[in-house]
T-cell receptor
Framework: DTGVSQNPRHKITKRGQNVTFRCDPI?????LYWYRQTLGQGPEFLTY????????KSRLLSDRFSAERPKGSFSTLEIQRTEQGDSAMYLCASSPWTGNSPLHFGNGTRLTVT | AQSVTQLGSHVSVSEGALVLLRCNYS??????LFWYVQYPNQGLQLLLK??????LVKGINGFEAEFKKSETSFHLTKPSAHMSDAAEYFCAVSEGNTGKLIFGQGTTLQVKP
């Protein structure tokens, strides 16, 4: 168990650019979640996958955001035409498909949009 | 819909003193509840979880939490604070079969020497 891995750890981009983040979950975990966390706030749910199927998307996930998990393993989160309001920590978590197992979080990707 | 309220965005205690972080939940079904800790620039680490087996739950690093249905509370305690306990603490409730967690806004714990 090597834990959930997120890359990059930090990303600085200019407004209007596209960015993509990657998450590698714990290998035997079927479920993968993306959250966004801004300073002084708790994590907010964005979307989740069960294997390769994206089962739920939050209203927070505007049309500029897209997430994929093509082979049910790693996942990517892309933000198009970034805005300053997108600056946040993006957290990925995974869990096994067994009832209400706790989520295992990665260390996050901190995005700064200038 | 489930929700979580953490009372007190900042709590300050002296080293060796009791730690009490408050969490109240709202849920239409028997809840699954969690406490996580977050250190600066890191992800969230699970402290403990309540899944209806026992109302008093023991976690890592000497923390424990008691589920009180009548008060819809799940407060986190530790008898004696250590400097290394200074961090952000989040209470969360699990939403149904999705396994999705709904988090409170967090409580920053400061430990003074």
């Amino acid at each position: 168990d090597t834990g959930v891995s997120q890359n990059p750890r930090h990303k600085i981009t200019k407004r209007g650019q596209n960015v993509t983040f990657r998450c590698d979950p714990i290998s035997e975990h079927n479920r993968l979640y993306w959250y966004r966390q801004t300073l002084g706030q708790g994590p907010e749910f964005l979307t989740y996958f069960q294997n390769e199927a994206q089962l739920e998307k939050s209203r927070l996930l505007s049309d500029r955001f897209s997430a994929e998990r093509p082979k049910g393993s790693f996942s990517t989160l892309e933000i198009q035409r970034t805005e300053q309001g997108d600056s946040a920590m993006y957290l990925c978590a995974s869990s096994p498909w067994t009832g209400n197992s706790p989520l295992h979080f990665g260390n996050g990707t901190r995005l700064t949009v200038t | 819909a489930q929700s979580v309220t953490q009372l007190g965005s900042h709590v300050s205690v002296s080293e060796g003193a009791l730690v009490l972080l408050r969490c109240n939940y709202s849920s239409s079904v028997p809840p699954y509840l969690f406490w996580y800790v977050q250190y600066p620039n890191q992800g969230l680490q699970l402290l403990l979880k309540y899944t209806s087996a026992a109302t008093l739950v023991k976690g890592i690093n000497g923390f424990e939490a008691e589920f009180k249905k009548s008060e819809t509370s799940f407060h986190l305690t530790k008898p004696s604070a250590h400097m290394s306990d200074a961090a952000e603490y989040f209470c969360a409730v699990s939403e149904g079969n999705t396994g999705k967690l709904i988090f409170g806004q967090g409580t920053t714990l400061q430990v003074k020497p």
